[in-house]
Nanobody, 128 residues
Framework: QLQLVESGGGSVQAGGSLRLSCAVF??????????MVWFRRASGKEREGVAG???????NYADSVKGRFTISKDYAENNLYLQMNSLKPEDTAMYYC????????????????????WGQGTQVTVSS
């Protein structure tokens, strides 16, 4: 069974950086067949897709994080990463990684229902 475990969250001042990790357990030889996404949920808001990486390693980003966040897969370490630079207070949220084996078929990568596997989340807090 596929399990995802996030780490790397913490508290940082505005302008700082953090790198989130999502360790993949089970199906580790199939990371190249997974679409993987980082979502986040801020207090009082709906969960939103932040960055996604497809099976061909193509990437997508929410407009709010373009140019500041970078998503990547490390197949040797079986990890998904989210490098977050120039952090802002509005980036404060619980961050979740999610994965699925199904094709998008032209659908929206930010839809939560497209992902069957979820981690437990890691908290990121950015102070001004």
């Amino acid at each position: 069974q596929l399990q995802l475990v996030e780490s790397g969250g913490g508290s940082v001042q505005a302008g700082g950086s953090l790198r989130l990790s999502c360790a993949v357990f089970g199906y580790t030889n199939y990371m190249n067949m997974m679409r993987m996404v980082w979502f986040r949920r801020a207090s009082g808001k709906e969960r939103e897709g932040v960055a996604g990486i497809d099976t061909d390693d193509s990437t997508n980003y929410a407009d709010s994080v373009k140019g500041r966040f970078t998503i990547s897969k490390d197949y040797a370490e079986n990890n998904l990463y989210l490098q977050m630079n120039s952090l802002k207070p509005e980036d404060t949220a619980m961050y979740y990684c999610a994965a699925d084996f199904r094709s998008l078929d032209g659908g929206n990568w930010r839809n939560e229902w497209r992902y069957n596997y979820w981690g437990q989340g890691t908290q990121v807090t950015v102070s001004s």
